[in-house]
């Protein structure tokens, strides 16, 4: 991974891991032990699967660049498909309060999103390759007249 791309992803988990700080210690107070700890779970599972989505996304961008849109698209339909399945296997749990956990993963998915979108704007990407000065110009072919 590159370090532009190490950056982009830390400028993410930080203010999601952020998040799920605040949404464990409001889970806390509300629903006591269990509640903190469903927090703590969503939070994970959020830092977890969009995490390797931006690896795997990454990974895509640099083998064939060709399917990266239609890749995000797919990853992020599969990443909330996840979620939900998440959500539906641990709402009767008694492990963690399943309220917690629900708010928290919805809390820190929106949070993720909206890092990584200011994460990318803020991000100073080329447009232009500067090695690309160093090959030949082309020559015009057309008439001079």
Same mark, same amino acid.
């Given at each position: ?84 399945? =998440?959500? &539906?296997?641990?709402?009767? $749990? *008694? #492990?963690?309060?399943?309220? @917690? =956990?629900? &708010?928290?993963?919805?809390? $820190? *998915? #929106?949070?993720?999103?909206? @890092? ?30």
């Amino acid at each position: 991974m590159r370090s532009e791309d190490t950056r982009s992803l830390l400028r993410t988990v930080v203010p999601t891991a952020a998040a799920g700080a605040i949404a464990t210690v409001i889970s806390g107070v509300v629903a006591g032990g269990k509640g903190a700890i469903g927090a703590v779970v969503g939070t994970l599972i959020v830092i977890l699967f969009m995490g390797i989505g931006v690896v795997v996304l990454q990974r895509t961008a640099k083998t064939l660049p060709q399917l990266f849109q239609a890749m995000g698209l797919m990853l992020y339909t599969a990443q909330l498909l996840l979620l939900f399945i =998440f959500v &539906a296997v641990f709402k009767d $749990t *008694t #492990l963690f309060n399943p309220r @917690a =956990f629900a &708010a928290t993963l919805v809390a $820190t *998915t #929106l949070v993720w999103m909206a @890092a990584q979108a200011r994460a990318h704007m803020k991000a100073k990407i080329l447009y232009v390759d500067p090695d690309s000065d160093k090959g030949e110009k082309p020559e015009n072919s057309g008439s001079s007249s």
